[in-house]
């Protein structure tokens, strides 16, 4: 008794596109008080649980679609499509940012995360340059965009597998 199963890519693309519409507008919010360069805890406590909001929303219209029903890899697949579209969509914002809206935004990124360092290690200022000119090798686009790809898949992983557990509901075939 096979029925039509709703299809995960559908659930990805919907939850993946609203919440990287989500992002842009906390991209926008945090470029319009000239924070978008600094991170912080603030921006990753919030970038967290807009991502598990994002998830679990995804996983219960999922399962609802489903009958009830959705197994732990399921809900896995889906979570991580969620967060590998909306990270694509991101890193392409971003982009956007970094070379057409600001396009100073990865210097001010640099001087910000110099002030940093000087301030809170025992670093030399020769130790902290050179952590600077390094960091610069990974700030070319492609760069950006491959390390970018691979951490929205591994934290969408992360980020999945209580939500695809908490949620999983199987059905019995007795």
């Not at 989500?22 to 919010?29: E, K, N, Q, R, Y």
């Not at 995804?58 to 399921?74: H, I, T, V």
């Not at 990270?87 to 914002?93: A, C, M, T």
């Amino acid at each position: 008794m096979e029925e039509n199963q709703p299809k995960i890519s559908k659930y990805a693309l919907t939850y993946g596109g609203i919440f990287g519409g989500i992002g842009i507008v906390f991209a926008l919010m945090l470029y319009s008080m000239d924070m978008h360069y600094q991170g912080g805890m603030m921006v990753i406590v919030i970038s967290i649980v807009l991502t598990l909001a994002a998830i679990v929303l995804g996983l219960l219209q999922f399962r609802k679609a489903n009958g009830g029903f959705m197994s732990f890899g399921q809900g896995m697949k889906l979570g991580v499509g969620i967060c590998l579209i909306a990270g694509i969509i991101g890193i392409l914002f971003n982009q956007i940012i970094a070379n057409v809206i600001d396009p100073d935004m990865m210097e001010k990124a640099m001087t910000y995360q110099k002030e940093q360092l000087m301030e809170t290690t025992k670093m030399t200022p020769d130790q902290i340059d050179a952590q600077m000119e390094m960091a610069k090798k990974f700030q070319t686009p492609t760069m950006q965009l491959l390390f970018g790809l691979l951490y929205v898949v591994v934290s969408g992983f992360i980020f999945s597998l209580i939500p695809a557990l908490a949620l999983k509901k199987t059905e019995n075939l007795n």
